[in-house]
């Protein structure tokens, strides 16, 4: 039997960081290439062959629309190559939920696709971004891992992508976390352990991959925003994603001006700036012509808004059922 042969996509970010000290906190994202990289990782007995390819070298907050392209585009055409058993992307993760995200949305999934980073640059004292990657690696080329669309792996965990996000700024114990659901395995160099069965049962994108992105932003809410901040982040927007107090709340005011932009034809998706929670429909919803977020957060319900805009999605509630989505 063959090993497995696993596409690693590499972009930078902390996993990719160096310090030059491994006692400092500051340091370089994107500095080691996905081939040194590779290199390292084989001083481990991981049965698996790599074939690396360099997309970027950036830290994840400089991601967008090309860097984006250049994914989807490697990554489905890994879907179409019979050698290929599995991929990694090497990510930052300030913005690793938002780019799994986007390609659990776009891409045909037939085989495994897994995000991971880390915490700790290279160098540091107990970076772990080489564990990460072993982790990685073994839900990659694992057969039980098809049908769970983009996968992120941090800290021991598995995490959808539709549910993944960053919570801490430090430290490697649970930086991230799952919401609904939390972690949907546990894995370790040596083990990979399920805690259901896979939910995709259609391989085939749900949406196309946008050819441009149309401008969505996030107006985030607080005590005293103006209505006047709302009009001047709505310059040329398709649709605005409110990360709004409690759930998914904004002043009177505020709500006035989006209600009248929505009638326009204005996509506005209320969504919460609070950690965790549902963020329901409300009465006064139907006649605003608002979307709730229900679970997605304000940066995933942005992702959310721009491809489905794109993919010519106009009705509100064509919106709300996609949201509503688990």
């Known amino acids: 039997m063959t090993n497995p042969r696993i596409l690693v996509l590499g972009t930078g970010g902390t996993i990719a960081g160096i310090a030059g000290d491994a006692m400092r906190h500051d340091y370089l994202p994107g500095q080691i290439g996905i081939d040194q990289w590779l290199e390292d990782a084989g001083r481990y007995a991981l049965d698996v062959e790599f074939v690396g390819q360099q997309v970027a070298n950036v830290g994840s907050e400089d ?18 190559d019979d050698s290929i058993d599995g991929v990694i992307v090497t990510h930052g993760t300030d913005t690793a939920e938002e780019t799994a995200f986007l390609l659990d949305l776009t891409l045909p999934l037939n085989k495994p696709v897994v995000l991971v980073g880390a915490m700790r640059p290279a160098d540091a004292v107990g970076s772990d971004g080489m564990r990460n990657f072993v982790n990685a690696v073994r839900v990659a080329a694992a057969e039980s891992a098809k049908g769970r669309g983009v996968l992120l792996v941090m800290g021991d965990r598995v995490l959808a992508a539709r549910d993944a996000r960053k919570v801490r700024t430090r430290g490697t114990d649970d930086a991230f976390r799952g919401f609904p659901r939390g972690s949907v395995a546990i894995v370790t160099p040596s083990a990979l352990d399920w805690f259901g069965k896979p939910w995709r049962d259609d391989a085939r994108p749900r949406f196309a991959f946008p050819d441009e992105f149309p401008e969505v932003p996030i107006l985030y809410a607080a005590g005293g925003i103006s209505p006047a901040t709302a009009e001047r982040l709505l310059v040329d927007a398709k649709g605005v994603v409110v990360a709004g107090v409690g759930e998914g709340n904004m002043p009177d005011a505020v709500r006035a001006v989006l209600a009248d932009r929505a009638s326009k034809g204005l996509l506005v998706v209320r969504a919460s700036r609070v950690d965790e929670g549902l963020v329901d429909r409300e009465p006064e919803d139907d006649e605003n012509r608002f979307v709730a977020s229900r679970a997605l957060n304000p940066q995933k319900s942005r992702i959310l808004a721009m491809v489905m805009l794109a993919n010519g999605v106009s009705d509100p509630a064509d919106f709300q059922a996609v949201f509503d989505r688990p």
């Open 63 to 80: 991601m967008g629309p090309v860097i984006w392209g250049k994914l989807h585009r490697a990554i489905a055409e890994a879907m179409e």
